[in-house]
Each structure stands twice: as structure tokens, then as C-alpha cells.
């Protein structure tokens, strides 16, 4: 009986470690496809009219707190670097969770490394640019969410690139996914909304220039949420009980769902009318 006791356990252990690692590997499909779609809109939306100097083309986005701003010379290249950068920074995170990618080929592991580490510095210091100098926000919730997204971004790509110079890969790992995850808040941001929204079938808590409820929480819940989520998969993964590890996958297959409903909605909603 214990043999098949300790048989049955090592089974179980095993089964909830292949649990969380498929549904953690269905997860960043779902993200990956979500999040190139972002990076498709930004370059075929932006970079044309941008890399030409023809800024007034980004009106036709009706969704911008300002865009372009006439007179605001300053704050109209700031917004410029901005988007070229967007989609550097939202391709080089996937192409960094590519696990066949790290294994076969360091040498691009490294480089996309280095450029998301720059390119996150940049967007989040040019971010607190706009909104603190420039007065590009809706209103002082979202400046305040944005701007904690903004330091958490510089702390963990910090702490990334840190650990990854003194080669301990253990830690590096655990702050890379940690920059990742904060870094895409902009992303989770739309998706929240749309999810939100097709769920609750119309715009709960969603007020005028981002002063509901909603608005204010999901300014705050677009990185905290799932920057939670993400320490409760490590702590799973690291050294969770088989319960916790299937918990786990079921809590992540959930994410994914809600997840693509975002994803779904974001390209209908956002992209997709302007390209
Ligand atoms: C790090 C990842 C980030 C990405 C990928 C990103 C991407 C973008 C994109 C694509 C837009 C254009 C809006 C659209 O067409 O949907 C935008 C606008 C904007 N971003 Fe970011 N962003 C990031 C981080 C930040 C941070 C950290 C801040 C502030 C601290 C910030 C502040 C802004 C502001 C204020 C606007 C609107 C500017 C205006 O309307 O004039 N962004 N961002």
C-alpha cells in the first residue's frame, strides 16, 4: 500500500507541475498573440505619419487623452519617441519569454535584453515626462496609477539587468518576468476595459475622461492584478503543494480566457477601427 501510496503522490506532483506548465504555457500564447496584435496597430497607425513628422494624423484616434497638441513642441516629440518605442518594447518582452529562443540563441537573448531595458527606461521617464511637465493625463488618478507603473517598471528592469550582470539566473528570471508584467500594463489596461465592459454588457463604473470607479481601480489593477497573479504562480511553482500548483493552473486557464475576451474586445474596439 505505501508503495502505491508514495507512486500515487510522485504522480500527483507530477501531473500538477505538467498542470501549471501547460496552463502557463497557454497563457502567454494567448498573451503573445494579444500583444503583437498591439504591436501590428502600433506600427501601422503610428509609424508612417509619425516617421514623416506629420503628427496631426494622430487625431484620427479619438481615444487619446491628446495627442497632438499644436504648439506643444516638446510634449508632441515626447509622444512621438513614445509610440516608436511602444512597439519595440512590446515585441522585445515576448521575444524574451520565447524559451527556445533563450536556449538556442543567447546572443539574442542578450541584445533583445539590452533593448528592453533601455527602451523601458525611456518610455517610462518620457511617460512621467508627458504626464508631469507636459500635463498628459486625463485627470490625478490616472496620473498617479500610471506614474507607480511607471516607477515599478524602472525598478524591476533595474533589478532584471542587475541580476542578470552578477549571472544569477534564478533571480534574474523572477525580476525579468516581474519587469514584463508591469511593463505590459498598458497593455492590460485596454483589455481590462473591454473585458470589463463585454462582460458586464455596457460601461459599469466607467466615467467621463476616467473619473468612475472603474476607471480609477483598473488604473491601479492593470499592473497590480496581474503582478499578483504572477507571485502566486512563482510562489506555486517554486514550492506549492500539488493542490496549489492545480489551483494554480485553474486560476491562470481563467486569466487566459478573461484575457482573450480583452484581447478580443481591444482589437474590435481600439485597433481595428483605425487601421
Ligand atoms: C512601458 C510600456 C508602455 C507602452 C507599450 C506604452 C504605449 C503607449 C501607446 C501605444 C500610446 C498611444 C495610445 C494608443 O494609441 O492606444 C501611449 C500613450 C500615452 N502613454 Fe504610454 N506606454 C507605456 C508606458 C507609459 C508610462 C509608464 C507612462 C507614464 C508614466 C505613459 C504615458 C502615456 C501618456 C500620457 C500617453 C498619452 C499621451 C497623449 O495623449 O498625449 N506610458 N502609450
Known amino acids: 500500500l ?30 503573445m498573440i494579444g500583444q503583437w496584435l498591439f504591436v501590428y496597430f502600433i506600427v501601422a497607425f503610428y509609424y508612417s505619419p509619425t516617421l514623416q513628422g506629420n503628427f496631426e494624423a494622430w487625431s484620427r484616434n479619438k481615444m487619446l487623452p491628446h495627442g497632438y497638441v499644436p504648439g506643444d513642441t516638446i510634449g508632441n516629440l515626447m509622444f512621438a519617441i513614445h509610440v516608436l518605442l511602444a512597439a519595440v518594447l512590446t515585441l522585445g ?14 546572443a539574442v537573448h542578450r541584445w533583445t535584453g539590452r533593448t528592453f531595458f533601455v527602451t523601458a527606461l525611456a518610455l517610462s521617464f518620457g511617460g512621467l515626462f508627458m504626464v508631469w511637465v507636459n500635463g498628459r493625463s486625463n485627470n490625478i488618478f490616472g496620473a498617479l496609477s500610471i506614474s507607480l507603473n511607471a516607477m515599478l517598471i524602472i525598478f524591476f528592469s533595474i533589478m532584471a539587468w542587475k541580476s542578470a ?15 514584463y508584467i508591469v511593463a505590459s500594463g498598458v497593455w492590460f489596461l485596454r483589455l481590462g476595459y473591454m473585458a470589463w465592459i463585454i462582460i458586464n454588457q455596457g460601461p459599469v463604473g466607467i466615467g467621463k475622461n476616467g473619473t468612475g470607479p ?43 480566457l478573461v484575457m482573450g475576451i480583452g484581447i478580443f474586445g481591444a482589437f474590435n474596439a481600439f485597433w481595428r477601427p483605425l487601421l
Do not use: C
Not at 498542470?19 to 500564447?29: E, G, I, M, R, V
Not at 515576448?94 to 540563441?105: E, S
Not at 550582470?165 to 519587469?179: G, P, T
Not at 492593470?222 to 502566486?232: D, G, V
Open 2 to 31: 505505501e508503495a502505491t501510496l508514495s507512486k500515487s503522490g510522485v504522480d500527483w506532483n507530477t501531473s500538477a507541475n505538467t498542470a501549471l506548465k501547460s496552463a502557463a504555457t497557454f497563457w502567454f500564447l494567448v498573451a
Open 214 to 256: 472603474f476607471d480609477i481601480l483598473w488604473g491601479f489593477g492593470m499592473f497590480l492584478l496581474p503582478l499578483a497573479i504572477l507571485e502566486i504562480y512563482l510562489r506555486a511553482k517554486d514550492n506549492g503543494s500539488s493542490f496549489a500548483k492545480f489551483a494554480t493552473a485553474g486560476g491562470l486557464v481563467l486569466a487566459t
Open 93 to 106: 518582452g515576448t521575444m524574451q519569454l520565447i524559451p527556445q529562443l533563450r536556449a538556442r540563441f543567447p
Open 165 to 179: 550582470m552578477a549571472r544569477n539566473f534564478a533571480v534574474h528570471r523572477r525580476w525579468a518576468l516581474r519587469a
